[in-house]
């Protein structure tokens, strides 16, 4: 925001990797009309579809966001594992929008949020949980 004593604010919208073909330098994807409506209220607001962990920083580097908004959950490193993005932005000292990485982790995983709850004593379904690198569907 502009203005009298005040500075500019910077956002970063980071869309989720699988997201990238839908997006181009001057169409952002789905998330035009968020950027669009950000920039109605006087912020300063970009778009970027980071595919890896390292590019993410690079691109927090880059923009340097006084906030930034994060549609993907997880982002895979060099060796192809899956990273909270908000555990990354915490490491960069970057404020978000949304739930800490602990929160997002628990809510993520089904299974360990139900068992949380049954050891709380709320009253849940009975449940199965599965790993998916334990069961495969192959023959």
């Known amino acids: 925001m502009k203005g009298y004593g005040m500075t500019e604010v910077r956002a970063l919208i980071i869309d989720k990797p699988e997201n990238k073909p839908f997006h181009t330098p001057l169409v952002p994807g789905n998330l035009k009309p968020m950027?669009?409506?950000?920039?109605?209220?006087?912020?300063?607001?970009?778009?970027?579809?980071?595919?890896t962990s390292q590019e993410l920083i690079r691109?927090?580097?880059?923009?340097?966001?006084?906030?930034?908004?994060?549609?993907?959950?997880?982002?895979e490193d060099e060796k192809g594992e899956s990273n909270n993005v908000?555990?990354?932005?915490?490491?960069?000292?970057?404020?978000?929008?949304?739930?800490?990485?602990?929160?997002?982790?628990?809510?993520?995983?089904?299974?360990?949020?139900?068992?949380?709850?049954i050891k709380e004593g709320i009253r849940t379904p009975p449940y199965a949980g599965f790993n998916r690198s334990e069961h495969s569907l192959a023959n």
């Open 35 to 51: 950027i669009k409506a950000l920039e109605a209220g006087g912020i300063t607001a970009k778009c970027a579809v980071p595919q």
């Open 59 to 75: 691109v927090i580097q880059d923009h340097s966001p006084d906030i930034v908004f994060s549609a993907a959950y997880g982002i």
């Open 86 to 117: 908000h555990r990354i932005l915490e490491g960069l000292g970057v404020p978000y929008i949304g739930s800490t990485s602990g929160v997002l982790d628990i809510a993520i995983d089904k299974t360990r949020l139900k068992d949380i709850w």
